[in-house]
């Protein structure tokens, strides 16, 4: 197991390394510059520009501004935002433990809810729980993130009083001030639609998968032996057929991580969470080319990460692997 994990990690490497550069050449090639954006925004002329675009080094060949960002990293130095000045690893911590509050839940009630609902679905195969269940998730995978949260702030946050649209916590409410269920109560209020939000998209796909792999399951040789040999069907369902049918679940939890990082991209523009994809987002609309590659190569760690961890847990379910 420890060479395998040495082995994963030698790897991991050599693909963050790739990511980086295929994420910096992207940059690089897209319309506009940090320096054209700014210049325009202050009638700037010619000149300027391109004094500032010397000042940044953005003016240097895409190999040498590369060179120089990886040496930076190397360091454990993410650079300097372009626009704010500010060291973008301090920006990064200051605004990932709200990003990663909001998707840990998620991935909780997720599994809370999908895990159950598919198991169940399965074991009454097109019973009215099973199309419920059918048509719910599909629904939830049709429809886009943006309209149903757009949705929900219509018809629930503008017609239900305490229900806040935007932000994380009320301003100025310091829980050293206050009692924990009033701290509790008040961020349960804010978290509430856009948990709503990422719960549905992400149950929506894990349900059916979760279906699929326990119907596989339960039409295998050794339940219909485990059923011959007179076992409850309890046991036959929870003990023999769950546990094959969560090796597909366990793949598919190294891909949530990275995943719900890219779509918090889009739930916290949209409701003002203040984590790292409002970050990103505003990054992007100015060109600030250095956190826009620290949010990419966090993505990157997260999904490497999320797969290492989903091979270590395939032990765990299935004694028969072996590393």
Do not use: C
Not at 25 to 38: C, D, H, K, N, R
Not at 41 to 53: F, G, I, M, P, Y
Not at 263 to 290: K, M, N
């Amino acid at each position: 197991m420890g060479r395998y994990i040495v082995g994963r990690l030698i790897q991991a490497l050599f693909l963050l390394v790739g990511v980086s550069l295929l994420t910096f050449t992207i940059i690089q090639m897209a319309p506009g510059s940090f320096a054209e954006l700014v210049g325009e925004s202050q009638d700037a002329t010619v000149e300027e520009k391109a004094n500032l675009s010397a000042m940044y080094g953005l003016d240097q060949p895409v190999h040498v501004q590369y060179w120089r960002w990886v040496q930076q990293v190397a360091r454990g130095n993410f650079g300097r935002s372009l626009i704010s000045g500010r060291p973008v690893l301090d920006m990064i911590k200051e605004r990932l433990p709200a990003t990663i509050f909001l998707n840990l839940i998620s991935i909780f009630f997720i599994y809370l809810i999908a895990l159950p609902i598919g198991i169940i679905s399965a074991v009454k195969q097109y019973s009215w729980f099973d199309h419920i269940a059918t048509f719910t998730a599909f629904l939830g995978q049709a429809m886009p993130t943006f309209f149903f949260a757009m949705l929900l702030i219509y018809y629930v946050a503008l017609r239900v009083e305490g229900i806040p649209i935007a932000g994380m916590a009320t301003i100025g409410l310091d829980y050293k001030d206050v009692t924990f269920m009033t701290w509790f109560i008040d961020r349960a209020r804010y978290i509430i639609l856009p948990l709503t939000v990422i719960v549905l998209g992400g149950l929506a796909g894990l349900v059916r998968f979760m279906r699929a792999s326990m119907l596989d399951a339960i039409n295998q040789d050794y339940i219909r032996t485990a059923r011959a040999k007179g076992l409850s069907e309890r046991v036959v369902i929870y003990k023999h057929a769950l546990r094959n049918s969560l090796l597909p679940i366990v793949t598919a939890l190294g891909f949530t991580f990275s995943g719900l990082l890219g779509g918090s991209i889009v739930i916290e523009s949209i409701f003002a969470w203040p984590g790292v994809g409002l970050l990103a987002i505003q990054a992007i609309f100015t060109r600030d080319y250095q956190v826009i590659m620290a949010f990419n190569m966090i993505g990157a760690i997260m999904l490497v990460l999320g797969m290492l961890i989903a091979d270590i847990l395939y032990v765990v379910v299935d004694p028969r692997i072996k590393y």
